[in-house]
């Protein structure tokens, strides 16, 4: 187990728009732009067209109150359920997907998914309307939405929650279980995730970060009855000292029948 004293994500929450904020904004001093937004909506852009990918539910089961990394998807499943750990990320993105005075702003995200200015805000209600269900679930009940019991999905994207809830290797591959149990077989999992970290900081609290590295991943999945069908890793180009990762991470797999 890890002894270090950083604060769980899953345990004792954090502040999820401070976290938009310094992850994910468009402010001109956010220096994660090209990690934390362009690696993954470039991944997850050419995954969906290319490998085509598509179904009736898709799960989506990430850290924080982010949705950049469903833009792409909703145009290609029926239904969207979003499972979130904490009430604060719940509350955060039903703001947005309200619209609500004060919602953070995916503009600059939307921009990126349409080819002129005027298709913005349908692009937006695409998103929105395809996210059905956000519900908070429990990582340590067999069934985590009891007592609910949810489709079994077509796709599962799991984008930084593995590395944020996972407090050593044997947690990784029992949270990757439960997650498998939730998905057809054949249905894909995609995940998002950091590499060679120990830390990343919200706000004024430092928060715990699984260490591994990509063949961790490789043989976690596996293990686990999954295929890999692609994997891509880049190196950091951010200059921070809110995060110490070394790599990102995008692997498109799928569980074999």
């Given at each position: 187990?890890?002894?270090?004293?950083?604060?769980?994500?899953?345990?004792?929450?954090?502040?999820?728009?401070?976290?938009?904020e310094?992850?994910f904004?468009?402010?001109?001093?956010?220096?994660?732009?090209?990690d934390?937004?362009?690696?993954?909506?470039?991944?997850?852009?050419?995954?969906?067209t290319?490998?085509?990918?598509?179904?009736?539910?898709?799960?989506?089961?990430?850290?924080?109150?982010?949705?950049?990394?469903?833009?792409?998807?909703?145009?290609?499943?029926?239904?969207?359920i979003?499972l979130?750990?904490q009430?604060?990320?719940i509350?955060?993105?039903?703001?947005?997907?309200?619209?609500?005075t004060?919602?953070?702003?995916?503009?600059?995200?939307?921009?990126?998914?349409v080819?002129?200015?005027?298709?913005?805000q349908?692009?937006?209600?695409?998103?929105?309307?395809?996210?059905?269900?956000v519900?908070?679930?429990?990582?340590?009940?067999?069934?985590?939405?009891?007592?609910?019991?949810?489709?079994?999905?077509?796709?599962?994207?799991?984008?930084?929650?593995?590395?944020?809830?996972?407090?050593?290797?044997?947690?990784?591959?029992?949270y990757?279980?439960?997650?498998?149990?939730?998905?057809?077989?054949?249905?894909?999992?995609?995940?998002?995730?950091?590499?060679?970290?120990?830390?990343?900081?919200?706000?004024?609290?430092?928060?715990?970060?699984?260490?591994?590295?990509?063949?961790?991943?490789?043989?976690?999945?596996?293990?686990?009855?999954?295929?890999?069908?692609?994997?891509?890793?880049?190196?950091?180009?951010?200059?921070?000292?809110?995060?110490?990762?070394?790599?990102?991470?995008?692997?498109?797999?799928?569980?074999?029948?």
């Open positions: 187990m890890d002894s270090s004293p950083h604060k769980i994500y899953h345990v004792h929450g954090f502040d999820s728009r401070q976290a938009l310094d992850y904004s468009d402010k001109p001093d956010m220096a994660f732009e090209e934390a937004l362009m690696f993954p909506i470039e991944n997850l852009k050419k995954t969906f290319e490998e085509h990918i598509k179904g009736d539910v898709l799960i989506d089961l990430s850290a924080g109150s982010y949705v950049h990394h469903l833009f792409s998807a909703c145009e290609f499943f029926n239904h969207t979003v979130k750990v009430d604060r990320c509350m955060e993105l039903k703001r947005w997907l309200d619209t609500r004060g919602a953070f702003n995916w503009g600059h995200v939307t921009k990126l998914h080819e002129k200015s005027d298709q913005l349908d692009k937006e209600e695409k998103v929105r309307s395809a996210i059905q269900h519900m908070r679930c429990n990582l340590e009940k067999e069934n985590m939405t009891d007592p609910i019991v949810l489709p079994p999905a077509d796709c599962i994207i799991s984008a930084w929650l593995l590395d944020q809830i996972s407090k050593d290797q044997e947690d990784y591959i029992r990757l279980r439960k997650f498998s149990g939730l998905l057809k077989p054949g249905g894909h999992l995609i995940l998002i995730g950091i590499l060679d970290t120990t830390y990343f900081e919200v706000g004024k609290d430092k928060f715990h970060a699984l260490t591994y590295d990509e063949d961790f991943a490789r043989k976690a999945l596996v293990g686990e009855g999954f295929v890999i069908d692609n994997c891509v890793v880049k190196k950091r180009t951010a200059v921070s000292d809110l995060i110490d990762y070394k790599e990102l991470v995008f692997i498109d797999s799928h569980k074999q029948k």
